[in-house]
Structures are given as C-alpha cells and as structure tokens.
C-alpha cells in the first residue's frame, strides 16, 4: 500500500527495504527511526496507567486554567469536554483531593527531622540563598514530603497543586512549591504547579521522550527580539535527562515578602542550546511545537533575574511566525520546554493522537 494512503490517519510511517543500505550510518538511521517511534507507541501506552493527583478547591481542572477567553460556554462543559477527550486520547485519569488533604493533614504530620534534612541538603547543593531563610525552606520541604505522602496514598504517579501564596485559595499560608515540584522533576515523578493539567500532561509525554520533565512557565512571544520567553518558579534540575545538573539558586517567590512563602528555585539553565517548547491542548485535541536556542536573558533585559518566574527560559527563534500563529484559546498562556530538538517527536504523538500541530514558528 502507497504510504500517502495513511495520510490523514493515526498512523506513523518508516522505510525499511527489502535489502540492507551499502552505507551502514543510512541503515543505522532506519533502525534508530523505527525504534524511536516504536518508542512513542509505547509512551501512549504508559499514558494509559497514569492517574495523575491534582490537588485543589476546585475540582478538576483547578483554578489557573482553563482562563475565562477559553471556555465558549461555561466552566461545567469546558471540564466535560476535556476530561472526555482525556479518556479517549491518552486514557489518563485525573484523581481531585481538596488542599486540606495536603496543606492540613499529610503537611503538619511530616517528621520534623526527616524535613530539615531534605532542607539541608537542597541548601547545601544551591549556590546560595536569596530573599529566604532555611527556616522557610524547612517549610518547603514538609510540603515536599507530604505531596510524596499524598501521591502514595492515592496511587498516583504525577502530582499538580494549587499556586500556593498567589492566590492564597484561603490557604495563604501554604508555603511555595517551587522547590517541591523542582525536586520530583529531578526525581523523574512529573510535577506542576498551578494545576496546569495540560502543562503537566506535557511534560509527561515529554519524559517519556527525552528523560527530563523539563520545565514549564508563563509564555511571552517578543517579535521585536525575536525571541519567546517562558518563565514560572520551578524546573528540573537535570534538563538533559541525564545526570548533568544546572545549578539554582533558593529565592523567596516574586511579590511576596521576604523571608516568607516557602522557597522556589532560580535554576540557571545553558545558553546556546537548541529547546524545543510545546503543549498539548486536551479540549480543543491540538498540540503546540517550536524550536529555538536559548540565549542570555540578562543581555535581553535588565534585573532579568528579578522579573517575574523567578525560573526564566529565553528561547530565540521566529516571534513574528509565532505571533503570527498563536492560539491562546487553545493552549492558555503556559508552555512547556526541553532541552534537544524533539520537534518531530511531538509531531509524531499528535498524529497518533489525532491532534492538530498548531503555532508553528514558520
């Protein structure tokens, strides 16, 4: 059969002929291109034992996103939708626990001991400490071991939790978890906070694909720099999916005080590296993908390290393409990034998935 007769279907396509290549380094792509996508088939199939614990007051989908420009009708169908295209797509099940489950119960039983040691060794491996004290990094690390607690009662292999601190949810005590979430990332557990459900997915799909739960944020698109610009308070700590770690500074979280809040991280990613930035969209069955190579954000803006996420990604590449095609009422304004060109991978996922590859920087 003509391979243009699969298409428009779910079905991805290799070559292998009927005779070995003369030329082993062709042949050896072949392999290594079947196995790759063997290799996806297989990432679906992990999807499908996923239960994912989301942790919020306002279940199931929490209350970051989807935003108000993304729901047509109300909230009620937006989540039916979703949660619908969830079973059938990728067959992930999304497990809702209030924050008192958390914040009330699993946090305030922690060992003391076992907390501050977790504590003392985030400490000891950052470069330094920056508008925080150990005190409230202890308190970081209580929250870190009750999100384990609460991921191993449920049964659950992936974790997303409320922005503790901003808004406060009526939990404005409940420390950051920029350096709990950061930490089970390097872990190899995905984790996102905000409960974005879709960043978080994301960053599934991509461990699976690259080794790293890369790192997630707020997504601006600058055409006049040419570059787009992803920024939040956590990120792995591994983000070439081996064991080579970027070092991180421990900063209280933006626009709180001082010495208060818990802890994040501001993890000083490589500049001259090629990343790929994406994000599935579950509603609307589409998937976002661009490449660039990221560059020095202190060369772009001054205080770069103080504004916003206090984890920033400056990525250069096709802005205008970018604007040009962005879908905020798709995808919110979050994404995803990892480190490597896995462009083509995550265009293969969606043909399998059915999705449609959107935003292109071209």
């Not at 999916?241 to 802890?263: H, K, M, Q, S, W």
């Amino acid at each position: 059969m003509p391979f243009h007769a699969y298409k428009e279907s779910q079905v991805l396509t290799s070559f292998l002929p009927a005779h070995r290549d003369k030329d082993p380094e062709v042949y050896a792509r072949r392999m290594e291109d079947i196995a790759g996508k063997i290799s996806l088939i297989a990432t679906l199939a992990k999807m499908r034992q996923l239960r994912v614990l989301v942790v919020t007051d306002q279940p199931t989908l929490g209350y970051f996103e989807p935003m108000p420009l993304q729901i047509e009708t109300t909230r009620e169908e937006y989540e039916e939708v979703y949660l619908n295209n969830l079973t059938e797509a990728l067959g992930t099940e999304f497990v809702p626990v209030p924050q008192k489950a958390l914040l009330d119960e699993k946090m305030q039983t922690v060992d003391e001991a076992e907390a501050r040691q977790v504590a003392e060794k985030w400490i000891e491996e950052a470069i330094a400490l920056r508008g925080t004290n150990e005190a409230e990094v202890v308190r970081s690390a209580k929250l870190y071991l009750g999100m384990k607690e609460l991921m191993d009662e449920y049964d659950c292999g992936a974790i997303t939790t409320e922005g503790y601190g901003w808004p406060p949810l009526g939990y404005d005590a409940g420390p950051s978890q920029g350096l709990p979430t950061s930490q089970l990332c390097t872990e190899g557990i995905v984790a996102a906070s905000e409960t974005l459900t879709d960043c978080l997915l994301t960053q599934q799909l991509g461990f699976y694909i690259t080794g790293s739960a890369g790192l997630l944020g707020d997504y601006t698109i600058d055409p006049l720099s040419d570059t787009a610009i992803i920024a939040h308070c956590e990120g792995t700590f591994k983000p070439y999916g081996d064991e080579r770690r970027a070092p991180y500074l421990i900063r209280n979280l933006p626009f709180v005080e001082e010495n208060t809040g818990g802890a994040c991280v501001q993890i000083n990613y490589p500049i001259g590296e090629t990343v790929t930035v994406a994000k599935i969209g579950t509603h609307g069955k589409k998937l976002s993908v661009f490449t660039g190579e990221t560059v020095s954000g202190e060369e772009l803006f001054p205080y770069w390290d103080d504004v916003l996420g206090r984890n920033k990604l400056a990525v250069r590449t096709d802005a205008g393409a970018l604007l040009e095609n962005v879908d905020w009422k798709t995808f919110g304004n979050h994404r995803t990034a990892f480190f490597g060109d896995h462009r083509q991978e995550f265009k293969d996922l969606a043909k399998l998935l059915g999705y449609e590859v959107v935003e292109k920087d071209s």
